[in-house]
């Protein structure tokens, strides 16, 4: 069984700084692409962006320039590095993992979430 669990949310000052952190663990052969998405109450879940397994980001636009992705392939972690944060960052963010089993399949994993408030 797999499982991803993110930490690092919390409440911060407009223009603060956050870390979220998702780690997968479970039987895990590779994993290919990982997302962060965030939600706010009664909206549809946004992605904010994607790295792939070589390292390779995109973002959505509102985010470009103080939102920054990485990733720990050793210890299959992946970050969300967030600067110059505005409350209209505030949101549930989740991760997402395309993870490879040891029996080849493909399978897409979640964390649970974790709330990010930008408030003052």
């Known amino acids: 069984q797999v499982q991803l669990a993110e930490s690092g949310g919390g409440l911060v000052q407009p223009g603060g700084s956050l870390r979220l952190s998702c780690a997968a663990s479970?039987?895990?052969?590779?994993?290919?692409?990982m997302r962060w998405y965030r939600q706010v109450p009664g909206k549809q879940r946004d992605l904010v962006g994607t790295?792939?397994?070589?390292?390779?980001?995109n973002y959505k636009d509102s985010v470009k320039g103080r939102f920054t992705i990485s990733r720990d392939n050793a210890n299959n972690t992946l970050y969300l590095q967030m600067n110059s944060l505005k409350p209209e960052d505030t949101a549930v963010y989740s991760c997402?993992?395309?993870?490879?089993?040891?029996?080849?399949?493909?399978?897409?994993?979640w964390g649970q979430g974790t709330q990010v408030t930008v408030s003052s």
């Open positions: 997402n993992a395309d993870v490879r089993l040891p029996t080849w399949q493909l399978r897409t994993y």
């Open positions: 479970g039987t895990i052969l590779s994993i290919n692409a």
């Open positions: 790295i792939t397994s070589s390292g390779s980001t």
